[in-house]
């Protein structure tokens, strides 16, 4: 194909295009910086989503890394089959996987991502929060398994892994939950190895479990991060959880109840957020995990 000439630039267009590549270098050289002091982990960079640094090259990123050179870098990227113009955008998982495993010699640099464990009573709006954070770079939601049937709208593989018993018990004998628990009358079990996977890769992980699965991610790792959901009051719990017109009597007095126990057992976590707000309450999740340094 013929090469096309550059296209003339008006200029106006071409001050404005000069200012955007001076605010990048500018975006660029602070990141750099900040992996060199180790305030920030490689990994964190990756996860940044602006344009500016996505479309930094993988090997620009490397030699900001105390301790790596040029040569390290390039032999490095070689031995994972990163190409030497690869962009940070254009890394897939695998490879951000083999950089990981590849630095992990040199772990005080690269931070792996909490584990946050978010539990609440029924109608308090976690779905809400965790809808949020879906989209958000520095999180991946786990997906649960369950043998309940799904809603409308729900998908499998997106929202849960909907189970036949059969199945579900092929996976506790295999030891593939990092916990499960019955819930109104349906079993629900968080994977394991996803979990473990994200987390490598630098992702915090966020569980939305109840409170039984909740304790048991407290027994298997100490350093998991747990927090409650609490409604700004009770009667406002109440309320949202009585507005529902087609809950009978007894299946009203069954979710109070229930709720009930939930809230008790809000002393067990390490920090309880009041959702007043959901974009605050999802804000002050991401500072946590930030915080939270997984030794
Ligand atoms: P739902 O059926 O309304 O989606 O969820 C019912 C309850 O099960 C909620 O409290 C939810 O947080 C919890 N849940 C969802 N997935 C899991 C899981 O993997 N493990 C445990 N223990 N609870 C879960």
């Known amino acids: 194909m013929p090469k096309l000439p550059p296209p003339k630039l008006s200029p106006e267009e071409r001050a404005r295009a000069s200012a955007a590549g001076v605010i990048a270098r500018r975006e660029r050289s602070l990141i750099k910086e900040q992996i060199s002091q180790g305030s920030i982990s490689i990994f964190e960079a990756v996860n940044d989503p602006r344009e500016s640094i996505q479309r930094m090259r993988v090997v620009e990123l490397l030699t900001a890394v105390p301790g790596i050179g040029l040569k390290r870098a390039t032999l490095l990227m ?32 690269l931070n792996a991502g909490a584990l946050l464990v978010m539990s609440g009573p029924g109608g308090v709006g976690k779905s809400t929060i965790t809808s949020l954070l879906r989209d958000h770079p520095s999180f991946w939601i786990s997906i649960s398994a369950t043998t309940r049937a799904p809603r409308e709208n729900e998908r499998h593989g997106h929202d849960y892994f909907f189970l036949d018993d059969q199945k579900f018990d092929s996976m506790i004998q295999g030891n593939e939950f990092l916990e499960w628990a019955e819930f109104a009358g349906a079993r629900y079990g968080t994977p394991r190895e996803p979990v473990q996977q994200w987390r490598n890769l630098g992702k915090h992980v966020l569980l939305e479990i109840e409170i039984a699965g909740a304790r048991q991610v407290r027994a298997a790792d100490p350093q998991a991060l747990l927090v409650f959901i609490a409604p700004p009051s009770w009667e406002e719990l109440v309320a949202r959880l009585t507005s529902r017109g087609t809950d009978s009597a007894e299946r009203r007095a069954a979710r109070l109840a229930l709720a009930q126990e939930e809230m008790a057992a809000s002393v067990e976590f390490d920090h309880i957020l009041i959702n007043s707000q959901v974009e605050e309450v999802a804000a002050q999740l991401l500072s946590l995990a930030t915080a939270h340094r997984v030794e």
């Open 78 to 109: 070689e031995r994972i089959s990163i190409s030497p113009s690869r962009r940070i955008a254009g890394l897939g998982d695998k490879q951000l996987q083999a950089l990981r495993r590849e630095l992990s010699v040199n772990k005080s640099e």
